[in-house]
T-cell receptor
């Protein structure tokens, strides 16, 4: 059973398009995250939800909008895609305690052409 | 500002030799410390964590890490490297009172030569 699953795995799209990435976890975790990994492998937190409530909202363009229909799902919608949005996007989940580690999905490689 | 530093972009080691991947942090208070590993085209996998107590913590795949409070370091170690250990390693810090935010280092690529 996949603990944190993301779809799609690969996404190639043209500039200006709108796309969504979906994430689901079956671990019963209360907190979910979106991270962006750039071409230099640097990881940057974008958003986090705890029990469907937005708790972390880093400085990202408002073209990016997360949505959490329930605590097992966290989707990422991106409007008006730009070349600079090309990256690997990772979903992760964790329990509520700060000493709990994260479980990551396998990533979505987004390429904007 | 809170930060995590991994001073080496790449570490090269021969198979069978001990390895060390370095990590230092700058966080107020006592943080929780983590190591993750990323294999090519995969998500990050949790290796180990330090919460409190013994400064040497053991994790998955024979890895261990040593916490040094005075040097604010949390170096990853393994007594005998395997070629299959070749991957990207991330140190991460979660401040004790920082809510849910985890800060990741820039990553260190480990290359183990047969």
């Amino acid at each position: 059973d996949t603990a944190v699953s993301q779809t799609p795995k690969y996404l190639v799209t043209q500039m200006g398009n709108d796309k969504s990435i979906k994430c689901e976890q079956n671990l019963g975790h209360d907190t979910m995250y979106w991270y962006k990994q750039d071409s230099k492998k640097f990881l940057k937190i974008m958003f986090s939800y705890n029990n469907k409530e937005l708790i972390i909202n880093e400085t990202v363009p408002n073209r990016f909008s997360p949505k959490s229909p329930d605590k097992a799902h966290l989707n990422l919608h991106i409007n008006s895609l730009e070349l600079g949005d090309s990256a690997v996007y990772f979903c992760a989940s964790s329990q509520d305690q700060p000493h709990d580690g994260y479980t990551f999905g396998s990533g979505t490689r987004l390429t904007v052409v | 500002a809170q930060s995590v530093a991994q001073p080496e972009d790449q570490v090269n080691v021969a198979e069978g030799n001990p390895l060390t991947v370095k990590c230092t942090y700058s966080v107020s208070g006592n943080p929780y410390l983590f190591w993750y590993v990323q294999y090519p085209n995969r998500g990050l996998q949790f290796l180990l964590k330090y919460i409190t107590g013994d400064n040497l913590v053991k994790g998955s795949y024979g890895f261990e890490a040593e916490f040094n409070k005075s040097q604010t370091s949390f170096h990853l170690k393994k007594p005998s490297a395997l070629v299959s250990d070749s991957a990207l390693y991330f140190c991460a810090v979660r401040p004790f009172t920082g809510g849910f935010k985890t800060i990741f280092g820039a990553g260190t690529r480990l290359f183990v030569k047969a």
